[in-house]
């Protein structure tokens, strides 16, 4: 299973430091929560933050953008280093939906789409073919620090059955820590995003080891 380090609740004098002790253990992703401050409450940084981390980081770099306009810097953030762009299917006119998909792999990035605790994942099963992740979200989106949501479980469940036929990873995001992270592996998940978890004091083998 794959670990993705959210840094959303990183301070910035802080956040070198949490990725080079991440890197340190084995090679996993970087989850960029990027919030416009509409389409969620919060707002947050953008590509140039990618591009700064990109510097000094390898690992696979995984964008959530939770923005309206998600197609709006995708030039940018290619540029700035990103390795996939994961938007949310909410976000955007379901007419939109196929044209943002083609222009993310254009730009040879990998595609991803999220959807929020209230979203059925059946409305998606059109665009599964297409896609490289799926993210599940298991708490609102916005927002670092809250408690999972076990409902999550059964969309892994129905994403995992569908996966047969297609070649995308699941994924989910919120709440997890070393006990949620054992529900959701159990469910069928390819890729846990970690943020407060592991961030709240030093990252070390042993704790990311607890995940897993």
């Known amino acids: 299973m794959i670990?993705?380090?959210s840094i959303l609740n990183v301070n910035e004098s802080e956040r070198k430091k949490q990725i080079e002790d991440f890197m340190k253990v084995k090679e996993?992703?970087?989850?960029?929560?990027?919030?416009d401050g509409?389409?969620?409450?919060?707002k947050t940084f953008d590509y140039k933050v990618v591009k700064e981390i990109n510097e000094y980081c390898s690992f696979f770099k995984d964008v959530h953008l939770m923005t309206y306009e998600p197609f709006k810097y995708l030039k940018?953030?290619?540029?700035?280093g990103t390795d996939q762009i994961t938007f949310h299917y909410e976000s955007v006119k379901k007419e939109e939906i196929t044209n943002?998909?083609?222009?993310?792999?254009?730009?040879?990035?990998?595609?991803g789409m999220s959807i929020k605790p209230n979203t059925n994942?059946?409305?998606?099963?059109?665009y599964l073919p297409y896609l490289d992740l799926v993210l599940v979200m298991s708490v609102e989106p916005g927002k670092g620090g809250q408690k999972f949501m076990e409902s999550s479980l059964e969309k892994i469940k129905w994403l995992k059955e569908k996966q047969k036929n297609n070649h995308y990873l699941i994924s989910v995001d919120g709440g997890i820590n070393n006990e949620t992270s054992k529900l959701?592996?159990?469910?069928?998940c390819d890729v846990i995003?970690?943020?407060?978890?592991?961030?709240?004091?030093e990252i070390t083998k042993d704790k990311i080891k607890t995940l897993i």
């Not at 940018?76 to 700035?80: A, H, I, R, V």
């Not at 994942?121 to 059109?126: F, R, S, W, Y």
């Not at 959701?184 to 069928?188: E, S």
């Not at 995003?193 to 004091?201: A, D, S």
């Open 193 to 201: 995003v970690v943020g407060t978890y592991l961030t709240k004091e």
């Open 100 to 111: 943002i998909i083609n222009q993310i792999k254009d730009l040879d990035m990998k595609v």
């Open 38 to 42: 509409l389409f969620v409450e919060n």
């Open 121 to 126: 994942p059946q409305e998606i099963e059109p």
């Open 28 to 35: 996993n992703w970087i989850h960029f929560d990027v919030m």
């Open 3 to 5: 670990i993705s380090l």
């Open 76 to 80: 940018e953030y290619k540029e700035s």
């Open 184 to 188: 959701v592996k159990k469910a069928g």
